[in-house]
DNA sequence: GTATGTGCAAACTTTTTGCTTTTTG
DNA sequence: CAAAAAGCAAAAAGTTTGCACATAC
């Protein structure tokens, strides 16, 4: 609730609405589609034009970031504490898997330094079979 | 013109539409609208259907294959027999570069083996200042 | 109470599709 | 010439915007 009561203390409005995009997106990587169906599903009121309002809201201040797992659909995924990650999409099943790099600071450092490229954000998606679908 | 040739003996036609596709392609990765404004203040004839069924045409022999920027559109580039590459892109000036890094074959290694995920594609972009505009 | 945010409807952008006409081989 | 591809127009997805109404604080 540490981003929530900051965005309060900014002077923003915590709206049903704007909790349960957020709260959803705090699960997995999600599309507005996505949120919609859910929400409605459970009987919410709430309206697309919002949660793509909220998006852009969320991401002004860098609680959620947009990630593309090239199906034509923008996603969002919650920015946390923990490390920078990635992602492992299954082409079978659709399961999204978080992934942390052990070798991504050597790759950053490469780019950086050789190609003289100041990076300020990166994403990674790996396609494939997850160990179940294999 | 060897891919080309290749079409040809499966018995696709090369048209001058498919053709004016292919070449823009090689250049650098790009969307459909820029293919279309491109070719059309060239004085060219095409559509810009045509061109999205080209992409699906080439994409089906792995000739080009999509890539995202995060910016609502998807751009298309030749896969060719150089390394497979990634992209650095420009924040300021939109200049897009490709980059071969010299530690992706252990990060590939650290997906397939430690997460046993087998990974058939992946992307990575990287978003920033390049030399230029720092 | 009032400024901020939502709902709704319409617009906009990008991509896809059905059908007719044109063109390649 | 016949099959394959292009053009055209309309539709489909996904996303954005203006404005009246609702609500969080």
Tied chains: 1, 2.
Excluded: W
């Excluded at 919609?36 to 793509?52: P, V, W």
């Excluded at 090239?70 to 978080?98: A, F, M, P, Q, S």
């Amino acid at each position: 609730m540490i981003q929530i009561d900051y965005l309060r203390k900014k002077g923003h409005r915590i709206t049903k609405q704007r909790k349960l995009v957020y709260d959803l997106i705090q699960k997995k990587p999600i599309t507005a589609d996505e949120i919609h169906f859910l929400l409605k599903k459970q009987g919410q009121r709430i309206n697309l034009a919002s949660i793509y309002r909220s998006f852009d809201f969320f991401i002004t201040y860098k609680i959620i970031r947009e990630i593309n797992f090239l199906d034509g659909k923008k996603r969002y995924e919650r920015v946390g504490n923990e490390k920078h990650h990635h992602h492992l999409i299954c082409r079978i099943c659709g399961l999204v898997e978080d992934i942390i790099l052990i070798n991504e600071y050597a790759l950053l450092n490469e780019i950086n330094t050789i190609k003289n490229f100041a990076v300020d954000h990166h994403s990674m998606e790996f396609f494939g079979k997850c160990q179940n679908c294999q």
